[in-house]
């Protein structure tokens, strides 16, 4: 129930974090950058929530694996990874497949 917990958790976290990527990627400098999180509240609430998330994700992860935060930042990588090639049109080649088959064997040897 508590891997159950924390996948749940990272994905809303790191969909989250994606979509902030997604509406912050295009930054006209150094500056606005810094700010894009503060700037709007939805960008506010976007990062607040993801970090919550985040946070809840590695707790209920740490109940049941001491490689918690391996696997929680991978399942993570994998999520963006998908967010990417659906919403923001990534796209998808045999490297970056290859890539997550690494990821997902790494996490998979962890446990």
């Given at each position: 129930m508590n891997w159950f917990l924390a996948i749940i958790a990272?994905?809303?976290?790191?969909?989250l974090f994606s979509y902030f990527g997604l509406r912050t990627g295009a930054a006209a400098s150094f500056q606005h950058a810094l700010?894009?999180?503060?700037?709007?509240?939805?960008n506010f609430g976007?990062?607040?929530?993801g970090s919550a998330?985040?946070?809840?994700a590695t707790y209920y992860a740490l109940k049941s694996s001491p490689f918690a935060i391996t696997a929680v930042i991978s399942i993570g990588l994998i999520v963006s990874f998908?967010?990417?090639?659906?919403?923001a049109d990534g796209?998808?080649?045999?490297?970056?497949?290859?890539?997550?088959?690494?990821i997902v064997a790494g996490v998979w040897l962890l446990r």
């Amino acid at each position: 129930m508590n891997w159950f917990l924390a996948i749940i958790a990272t994905v809303v976290s790191y969909t989250l974090f994606s979509y902030f990527g997604l509406r912050t990627g295009a930054a006209a400098s150094f500056q606005h950058a810094l700010l894009a999180p503060v700037a709007s509240i939805i960008n506010f609430g976007l990062i607040l929530f993801g970090s919550a998330g985040f946070g809840v994700a590695t707790y209920y992860a740490l109940k049941s694996s001491p490689f918690a935060i391996t696997a929680v930042i991978s399942i993570g990588l994998i999520v963006s990874f998908v967010f990417s090639s659906l919403f923001a049109d990534g796209r998808v080649t045999v490297t970056r497949l290859l890539g997550l088959g690494v990821i997902v064997a790494g996490v998979w040897l962890l446990r």
